[in-house]
Structure formats: structure tokens, C-alpha cells
């Protein structure tokens, strides 16, 4: 079943990423630029759905919407980058991509048709649980980097301390001005 609508959705597709090649760093004249183009990429590829009807037409106007939002959150992601807009992104991919799923299902009739919708559903699900799964995951990998850092240091400081002591207490052997000598080189060698 090759429609000339396929050709229509991978154009409006390719037009989608465009503008992924931006900068993660970016100023807010670049953002309104980028936005402006976000809009007009819109516009022309909801323009190029007249050419189709039916629901090839309703296929299309649901790719370029859906383009249209995954470029606004990922525009949005390069502008102020977190790790929340990188979650917000993959949601909106995946709700995009629910969207013309749903549209395709109405090709179909019947039980077909109800198993296609489920099916699109169940991606959905998928793909929000994955992207909330790796959001958590990537947030507790930094709270454990940084408890690890922190017990790095815990035990940087506890061994020169330790170090210190020992060296300390071989200066206790010597008298006058060998000991302090001896002190003030263990001090500066353990960083006291």
C-alpha cells in the first residue's frame, strides 16, 4: 500500500530536522529565529498536505504538527539545556509519533482497526516509560556521582590526616629545631 502520501510524510520528516543542527548554546535572538523557522517549516509542510486528501491529507497535517511540536521542545531543550527538557523532548516525540500512528489506524476498519489504535497506545506507554525510566536514571547517577565525589573526598581528607598524624608523631622523636622542621615539612606534605 504505497501512497504518495509516504512521500509527502518523509519530506515533511526530513524538513522536521533541519533545524537540529543548532547550537546548545544559543541567544535569545537565535531562539527567536529559530522559533520563526520552526513556524514557517510548519506552515510549508501543512501547505504541502493540500495536495492530499482524506485521510492522507489528515496522515500529513498530523506529521507536521507533530514536527512542528518536536521542534519547539528541542528548541527549547538547545536554549535551556537540563535534563528535564531532554525528558520533555522524548515525550513529545513520543506523543507526536502516537498521533500519526492514530491517524494511519483510520486506514483500517473494524476489529483491525481497534487492534492498531491499541497497538499505538501500548507505544506510546513504551515510549513515555522509557523516557521517564532514563530521566530517573540519569538523575540518580548524578546524585550518586556527587555522594561519591563527596566520600572521595571524606577519604582523601581521613588518609591525609592520618598520614599526618603518623609523620607528627616521628617528629615527637626528634628535639628543637629538627622537630619543628619535621612538623612544618610533614604539615606542608599532608597539607595541614
Known amino acids: 500500500m504505497k501512497n504518495p502520501y509516504i512521500t509527502a510524510i518523509l519530506a515533511v520528516t526530513a524538513l522536521s530536522f533541519s533545524t537540529g543542527a543548532m547550537a546548545e548554546s544559543m541567544s535569545k535572538s537565535e531562539y527567536k529565529t529559530a522559533e520563526k523557522g520552526i513556524k514557517s517549516d510548519y506552515k510549508s509542510a501543512k501547505g504541502r498536505c493540500d495536495a492530499f486528501a482524506n485521510n492522507a491529507k489528515d496522515i500529513c497535517l498530523a506529521v507536521a504538527k507533530g514536527n512542528e511540536k518536536v521542534a519547539k521542545a528541542e528548541l527549547e531543550a538547545r536554549y535551556k539545556p537540563s535534563k528535564k527538557a531532554g525528558y520533555e523532548v522524548s515525550v513529545t516525540k513520543a506523543k507526536a509519533d502516537y498521533e500519526v500512528a ?27 516509560s522509557d523516557a521517564k525510566a532514563q530521566f530517573k536514571t540519569e538523575k540518580a547517577m548524578i546524585i550518586a556521582n556527587e555522594k561519591s565525589s563527596e566520600a572521595h573526598k571524606d577519604a582523601t ?11 607528627k608523631e616521628k617528629c615527637d622523636a626528634l ?13 606542608m606534605h599532608h597539607g595541614q
Do not use: I, S
Open 157 to 167: 581528607a581521613d588518609k591525609r590526616d592520618a598520614g599526618y598524624a603518623v609523620a
Open 102 to 128: 492514530k491517524e494511519k489506524c483510520d486506514d483500517q476498519t473494524g476489529k483491525v482497526k481497534d487492534v492498531c489504535v491499541e497497538e499505538a497506545k501500548a507505544a506510546l506507554v513504551n515510549a513515555e
Open 175 to 187: 628535639a628543637g629545631n629538627a622537630k619543628d622542621l619535621c612538623v612544618d615539612k610533614a604539615k
